[in-house]
């Protein structure tokens, strides 16, 4: 079974501009989630997805968004880009509210 | 204020040596997972523990859960160099309802280093 899959692998963009980061979960996983990785932070939750509803969200502003399809895969969105939010992007996805989490490999955002 | 506190933060040792790793909580979890990092990579999953007082083996790797489900440590038994990464303990909380969302938080991670 193949695991989870993230593109691009490594994004630079430059303060202001908006980034869309693309996450497809293991074949049959139906929850989605997001963190955030850095050095002085660690691994921070974003948000998670189940069924395309957004199920639970962690402490980022709004600049941060995201969303699920039908077929659950899931994207999220940074808008005006900020040199702060250069960092490891990772999803992760589960069956459903077991929480045993799968990481894909992650996105590597560095803002300019 | 860290949720989970994870120590040490880094770990230097010999092939050969053991080491412990330990993650610590005032909360509640119900379920803590613990994984494995190399750099450019995600984390892998190594094991999870529901049960308080759980116990889980994995080759020369070793997990406890705490009976009140607010600790946990990684026992490394004769450590190799293969096994030099980045362990990060994370827990799910137990929401007030009763059931846990897919939020993990997550320890500030331990940086072993096995020198051959």
């Known amino acids: 079974k193949a695991g989870v899959t993230q593109t691009p692998r490594y994004l630079i963009k430059t303060r202001g501009q908006q980034v869309t980061l693309s996450c497809s979960p293991i074949?049959?996983?139906?929850?989605v989630s997001w963190y955030q990785q850095t050095p002085g932070q660690g691994l921070q939750f974003l948000f998670e997805?189940?069924?395309?509803?957004?199920?639970n969200k962690g402490n980022f502003p709004g600049r941060f968004s995201g969303r699920q399809f039908s077929n659950s895969r899931s994207e999220m969105n940074v808008s005006t880009l900020e040199l702060g939010d250069s960092a490891l992007y990772l999803c992760?996805?589960?069956?459903?509210?077991?929480?045993?989490?799968?990481f894909g490999p992650g996105t590597r955002l560095t803002v300019l | 204020t860290q949720l989970l506190e994870q120590s040490p933060q880094f770990l230097s040792i010999q092939e050969g040596e053991n080491l412990t790793v330990y993650c610590n909580s005032s909360?509640?979890?119900?379920?803590l997972q613990w994984y494995r990092q190399e750099p450019g990579e995600g984390p892998v999953l190594l094991v999870t523990?529901?049960?308080?007082?759980e116990v889980k083996k994995l080759k020369r790797l070793t997990f406890q859960f705490g009976d009140a489900r607010k600790d946990s440590s990684l026992h490394i038994t004769a450590a190799q160099p293969g096994d030099t990464g980045l362990y990060l303990c994370?827990?799910?909380?137990?929401?007030?309802?009763?059931?846990?969302?897919?939020?993990?938080?997550f320890g500030q991670g331990t940086i072993l280093t096995v020198h051959p």
């Open positions: 909360s509640v979890f119900s379920s």
């Open positions: 994370a827990g799910a909380l137990r929401s007030a309802g009763g059931t846990s969302y897919g939020k993990l938080t």
């Open positions: 523990v529901v049960t308080g007082g």
């Open positions: 992760a996805s589960s069956l459903a509210p077991s929480n045993e989490q799968f």
């Open positions: 074949s049959g996983h139906r929850s």
């Open positions: 997805y189940f069924s395309e509803t957004q199920r």
